[in-house]
Nanobody, 112 residues
Framework: VNLVESGGGLVQPGESLKLSCQAF????????MAWYRQAPGKEREYIAS???????RYEDSVKDRFTISRDFAKNTMYLQMDNLIPEDTAVYLC???????WGRGTQVTVSL
């Protein structure tokens, strides 16, 4: 089983990125999935999650700027990130709750 994140990059403050997390090798439609991020020297932190019925939750600092979604047919989860700020700079990782599966992450850098 593999979780593969993509879509990271270097952007300026106020710009947008859309991250993808595609699952290979297993169907996770019965599980909630989530995004986390880890900045240098900091603990990994929860960002957002989406359940099998599509309900969503967000960490307070991103809830008005980020949107999580998933495409069950593609076994893929997304994170639309708008109005990015430098504090969003981190490696973004996806995971499937109730499993030990994590992706390797994709780097997001927000800088002038």
């Amino acid at each position: 089983v593999n979780l593969v994140e993509s879509g990271g990059g270097l952007v300026q403050p106020g710009e947008s990125l859309k991250l993808s997390c595609q699952a290979f090798g297993s169907d996770f439609s019965r599980h909630s999935m989530a995004w986390y991020r880890q900045a240098p020297g900091k603990e990994r932190e929860y960002i957002a999650s989406i359940s099998r019925d599509g309900s969503t939750r967000y960490e307070d600092s991103v809830k008005d700027r980020f949107t999580i979604s998933r495409d069950f047919a593609k076994n893929t989860m997304y994170l639309q990130m708008d109005n990015l700020i430098p504090e969003d700079t981190a490696v973004y990782l996806c995971t499937v709750w109730e499993t030990a599966y994590w992706g390797r992450g994709t780097q997001v850098t927000v800088s002038l």
